[in-house]
């Protein structure tokens, strides 16, 4: 057993004595995600770096202490910690809330295990509206009644769960613990904090309540594993004053083990740190890809021998008393073909919450469900956008990942977990991989589900989107960002409000979901752009090419064109010392325009639009203030999807059969006392039936053709390729490939042209 401190065995909550078998998870490295992130689904970093460690046969162990902080809050046990702090605030939601203790002690266990899919049938109870006990978040149903109508049992049961949940969320923000919240905790502290004072002076006052049960849970797991470093993977912010106050813990009570804290907050964030006292509760900060920055301080700290000096990748440590960025190991970093499948052991995966939220259909895509999350790329293979970071490493360095390896990876993940959903969390997935990942699902014949973000590419076309559908994919996230041809040009957004309608309308035929996200008070933006913004997102939600939508206020980040050249865009920063975090920059938009009187209109307006009601107010019922007519006519988006012309293939466009061989009958025609030998084709697809006909010979030259171009084909062939075969036996190709039964073909989705 290592030796650990003599203070490792006197904690109060290990007293008396332990069981050998305790200690059977020994690992040398434990990696944790700190609370909150997400409730449904673990957050897939240290999966990634478990599954890497597994490839250098590195022992380690994983917890998500958001989930099992969640489950224990949130159960009869602590439900009945939070009502025995008797409550000073006593508004009338508390009063309630607190009245009516005894039915949340009594239901909570129950609640949560509805909310884990064990117990499908409470959905009736929970229905009958007479179960749960109801406070200030059930005042909403009066204005969602209406949504309930395209709502299954079980996702109404999850909603009302959701907002008995939020009840008791709210008791505790206003009772017992400010900081509290389902996917964030304390995260003020972690926004903008250029200066470490204000989380400084956090982490020495008393313990939350919170906090509690998270160190509780943390020294069971120590107790467990007894490792060598402890790795703290923090996305956001709401989950940096939790990873420090653990860090802090383990320094107190576990001196002989090492800290190390990297991911999203500290790539973005903490890139010209500063502040010695940081290391107080940390011994390493990495940056960027974790890979090999972590295989590096294991060899440092897990090798009895080590060289005369230790190698670093992208590490802040603290030498003779001072911050260095150390990256002096001349190893490359691993190719993501290399870093093998995220490792989801350990994590409690049927123990994750299915919350519902009805207001945005993506939202309640993102929160419903377990899905297992990949990337199909590293990095952005766009990279240009004026308001992104691009800058950095993470977005910076594009490297796709082959399709076969990708759905290998899936096909692993599936037999690991029992899952079959996917979420690719790109930056931007690549329409020719997804192209590619597509037929590979299809040519396994892989049932999954999954989704991911993209630009609205010219390259998405009817054909392309049918094929991701029937691979799997049920929605996209992309962003229009401002509904605005000028503003789209000095974003170096690379697509225009008509392209990004006729993209979401591709998708939308096809059958899968579209969200968009929006952003308003873009640097120059003038009132009248946002107001045919809106007017623009208004069409196409009135059209049907847009199913959900986010807007967001930009936010100028220091690593962003925008944020390093700002005076090109015309706005004035308002710099302060960077000490600890930098990212977020406050600053003055030189219009002097209050975008942030805005934020109401637009999110009420898009909140209705979603439900398909309200197109045809004025803009200004959504306005408490008075704004100019739009510009905008009012048929712009629909004349923007116009049919094309479709009678033009890409020479070298790949031709897919995607149906099984249809039923032929031969029969003769006659006509004008001339007869002839013609086929019936009959198309048995999973939706509907239906039939061509066709000449004899070019009926039997097409069903000798199928296999060659068959999506289960090894290798599928070129349009010219095609054309090629085909004029060995007949004359003009274009006139067959154009004709009317080849279209009806095309139009069923029986041939593509990718």
Same mark, same amino acid.
């Given at each position: 057993?290592?030796?650990?401190?003599?203070?490792?065995?006197?904690?109060?909550?290990?007293?008396?004595?332990?069981?050998?078998?305790?200690?059977?998870?020994?690992?040398?490295?434990?990696?944790?995600?700190?609370?909150?992130?997400?409730?449904?689904?673990?957050?897939?970093?240290?999966?990634?770096?478990?599954?890497?460690?597994?490839?250098?046969?590195?022992?380690?162990?994983?917890?998500?202490?958001?989930?099992?902080?969640?489950?224990?809050?949130?159960?009869?046990?602590?439900?009945?910690?939070?009502?025995?702090?008797?409550?000073?605030?006593?508004?009338?939601?508390?009063?309630?809330?607190?009245?009516?203790?005894?039915?949340?002690?009594?239901?909570?266990?129950?609640?949560?295990?509805?909310?884990?899919?064990?117990?499908?049938?409470?959905?009736?109870?929970?229905?009958?509206?007479?179960?749960?006990?109801?406070?200030?978040?059930?005042?909403?149903?009066?204005?969602?009644?209406?949504?309930?109508?395209?709502?299954?049992?079980?996702?109404?049961?999850?909603?009302?769960?959701?907002?008995?949940?939020?009840?008791?969320?709210?008791?505790?923000?206003?009772?017992?613990?400010?900081?509290?919240?389902?996917?964030?905790?304390?995260?003020?502290?972690?926004?903008?904090?250029?200066?470490?004072?204000?989380?400084?002076?956090?982490?020495?006052?008393?313990?939350?309540?919170?906090?509690?049960?998270?160190?509780?849970?943390?020294?069971?797991?120590?107790?467990?594993?007894?490792?060598?470093?402890?790795?703290?993977?923090?996305?956001?912010?709401?989950?940096?004053?939790?990873?420090?106050?653990?860090?802090?813990?383990?320094?107190?009570?576990?001196?002989?083990?090492?800290?190390?804290?990297?991911?999203?907050?500290?790539?973005?964030?903490?890139?010209?740190?500063?502040?010695?006292?940081?290391?107080?509760?940390?011994?390493?900060?990495?940056?960027?890809?974790?890979?090999?920055?972590?295989?590096?301080?294991?060899?440092?700290?897990?090798?009895?021998?080590?060289?005369?000096?230790?190698?670093?990748?992208?590490?802040?440590?603290?030498?003779?008393?001072?911050?260095?960025?150390?990256?002096?190991?001349?190893?490359?970093?691993?190719?993501?073909?290399?870093?093998?499948?995220?490792?989801?052991?350990?994590?409690?995966?049927?123990?994750?919450?299915?919350?519902?939220?009805?207001?945005?259909?993506?939202?309640?895509?993102?929160?419903?469900?377990?899905?297992?999350?990949?990337?199909?790329?590293?990095?952005?293979?766009?990279?240009?956008?004026?308001?992104?970071?691009?800058?950095?490493?993470?977005?910076?360095?594009?490297?796709?990942?082959?399709?076969?390896?990708?759905?290998?990876?899936?096909?692993?993940?599936?037999?690991?977990?029992?899952?079959?959903?996917?979420?690719?969390?790109?930056?931007?997935?690549?329409?020719?991989?997804?192209?590619?990942?597509?037929?590979?699902?299809?040519?396994?014949?892989?049932?999954?589900?999954?989704?991911?973000?993209?630009?609205?590419?010219?390259?998405?076309?009817?054909?392309?989107?049918?094929?991701?559908?029937?691979?799997?994919?049920?929605?996209?996230?992309?962003?229009?960002?401002?509904?605005?041809?000028?503003?789209?040009?000095?974003?170096?957004?690379?697509?225009?409000?008509?392209?990004?309608?006729?993209?979401?309308?591709?998708?939308?035929?096809?059958?899968?979901?579209?969200?968009?996200?929006?952003?308003?008070?873009?640097?120059?933006?003038?009132?009248?752009?946002?107001?045919?913004?809106?007017?623009?997102?208004?069409?196409?939600?009135?059209?049907?090419?847009?199913?959900?939508?986010?807007?967001?206020?930009?936010?100028?980040?220091?690593?962003?064109?925008?944020?390093?050249?700002?005076?090109?865009?015309?706005?004035?920063?308002?710099?302060?010392?960077?000490?600890? =975090?930098?990212?977020?920059?406050? %600053?003055? $938009?030189?219009?002097?325009?209050?975008? /942030? @009187?805005?934020?109401?209109? #637009? &999110?009420?307006?898009?909140?209705?639009?979603?439900?398909?009601?309200?197109?045809?107010?004025?803009?200004?019922?959504?306005?408490?203030?008075?704004?100019?007519?739009?510009?905008?006519?009012?048929?712009?988006?629909?004349?923007?999807?116009?049919?094309?012309?479709?009678?033009?293939?890409?020479?070298?466009?790949?031709?897919?059969?995607?149906?099984?061989?249809?039923?032929?009958?031969?029969?003769?025609?006659?006509?004008?006392?001339?007869?002839?030998?013609?086929?019936?084709?009959?198309?048995?697809?999973?939706?509907?039936?239906?039939?061509?006909?066709?000449?004899?010979?070019?009926?039997?030259?097409?069903?000798?053709?199928?296999?060659?171009?068959?999506?289960?084909?090894?290798?599928?062939?070129?349009?010219?390729?095609?054309? =090629?075969?085909?004029?060995?036996? %007949?004359? $003009?190709?274009?006139?067959?490939?154009? /004709? @009317?039964?080849?279209?009806? #073909? &095309?139009?069923?989705?029986?041939?593509?042209?990718?």
């Amino acid at each position: 057993m290592r030796n650990f401190s003599d203070g490792f065995f006197i904690q109060k909550i290990y007293r008396k004595i332990i069981p050998l078998q305790k200690f059977i998870f020994l690992k040398d490295l434990l990696l944790i995600t700190p609370p909150f992130t997400q409730l449904n689904t673990p957050y897939p970093a240290t999966a990634y770096l478990k599954g890497f460690l597994n490839t250098k046969n590195i022992s380690s162990y994983q917890i998500d202490l958001g989930i099992e902080v969640i489950l224990e809050i949130f159960s009869k046990k602590g439900v009945t910690q939070i009502f025995n702090v008797k409550p000073e605030n006593l508004s009338e939601n508390t009063q309630r809330i607190f009245a009516l203790k005894e039915e949340y002690i009594k239901t909570i266990d129950e609640v949560i295990a509805f909310l884990q899919n064990k117990k499908p049938t409470l959905a009736r109870q929970i229905c009958s509206m007479n179960f749960l006990p109801e406070a200030s978040r059930f005042n909403q149903l009066d204005d969602m009644e209406y949504a309930f109508g395209n709502m299954g049992l079980q996702d109404k049961a999850k909603h009302l769960a959701t907002l008995y949940l939020e009840d008791l969320s709210d008791y505790i923000v206003e009772n017992i613990d400010e900081n509290f919240g389902f996917s964030r905790y304390a995260e003020r502290l972690g926004r903008s904090a250029n200066s470490f004072d204000e989380l400084y002076q956090k982490l020495q006052s008393d313990k939350t309540f919170v906090d509690n049960f998270t160190l509780e849970i943390l020294d069971k797991k120590l107790l467990e594993t007894q490792p060598k470093l402890v790795c703290f993977s923090v996305p956001f912010p709401g989950n940096l004053y939790s990873a420090f106050r653990c860090a802090q813990h383990i320094k107190n009570h576990y001196p002989n083990i090492k800290t190390a804290f990297g991911g999203g907050f500290a790539n973005t964030e903490l890139r010209d740190l500063k502040d010695k006292r940081v290391f107080e509760f940390f011994d390493f900060i990495t940056l960027d890809d974790g890979e090999l920055p972590i295989e590096l301080l294991f060899e440092n700290i897990c090798h009895f021998e080590q060289s005369e000096e230790s190698l670093f990748k992208r590490t802040f440590l603290l030498e003779n008393g001072e911050v260095v960025y150390k990256n002096n190991s001349e190893r490359h970093d691993y190719k993501q073909a290399e870093i093998g499948t995220p490792d989801y052991t350990d994590l409690p995966l049927d123990q994750y919450i299915s919350v519902i939220e009805i207001a945005n259909p993506m939202h309640s895509l993102w929160s419903d469900g377990r899905w297992n999350k990949l990337t199909m790329a590293h990095g952005c293979y766009w990279g240009k956008c004026t308001f992104c970071d691009i800058s950095l490493d993470y977005i910076k360095i594009y490297e796709p990942i082959a399709a076969k390896i990708l759905v290998d990876r899936m096909q692993e993940l599936i037999e690991k977990t029992g899952e079959n959903g996917f979420h690719f969390v790109d930056e931007a997935a690549p329409p020719a991989l997804m192209r590619e990942v597509a037929l590979e699902i299809l040519r396994r014949k892989l049932v999954v589900t999954w989704w991911t973000n993209i630009r609205f590419e010219k390259s998405f076309t009817r054909d392309l989107c049918f094929l991701l559908k029937i691979s799997g994919c049920v929605a996209v996230s992309g962003g229009l960002e401002v509904a605005s041809d000028r503003l789209l040009k000095l974003i170096n957004k690379g697509v225009s409000v008509a392209q990004v309608a006729k993209v979401t309308r591709n998708f939308t035929e096809a059958g899968i979901m579209v969200h968009s996200y929006l952003m308003y008070g873009y640097p120059t933006q003038t009132e009248q752009e946002t107001i045919d913004s809106l007017e623009m997102v208004r069409q196409m939600f009135e059209m049907g090419i847009l199913q959900s939508g986010f807007w967001h206020q930009f936010a100028m980040t220091a690593h962003s064109p925008v944020g390093k050249n700002p005076e090109e865009f015309g706005v004035v920063p308002h710099l302060n010392e960077i000490t600890f =975090a930098n990212n977020d920059v406050e %600053f003055q $938009d030189k219009t002097g325009i209050d975008h /942030s @009187k805005f934020s109401f209109g #637009l &999110k009420k307006s898009l909140f209705n639009y979603m439900h398909g009601i309200c197109f045809e107010h004025p803009l200004q019922e959504w306005f408490e203030f008075k704004i100019s007519k739009t510009t905008i006519h009012p048929d712009y988006i629909h004349d923007c999807l116009l049919e094309e012309d479709h009678f033009s293939t890409k020479p070298n466009a790949k031709i897919i059969w995607t149906s099984v061989k249809p039923l032929v009958e031969f029969y003769t025609k006659t006509k004008k006392g001339n007869s002839w030998e013609m086929a019936t084709l009959t198309f048995h697809e999973k939706t509907n039936v239906f039939s061509i006909n066709l000449e004899k010979e070019k009926a039997v030259w097409l069903l000798e053709t199928i296999d060659e171009i068959s999506i289960h084909a090894d290798k599928n062939i070129t349009f010219n390729q095609l054309k =090629a075969k085909y004029e060995l036996d %007949f004359d $003009d190709f274009e006139l067959f490939w154009y /004709s @009317k039964p080849i279209q009806i #073909l &095309k139009e069923n989705g029986v041939i593509l042209t990718l």
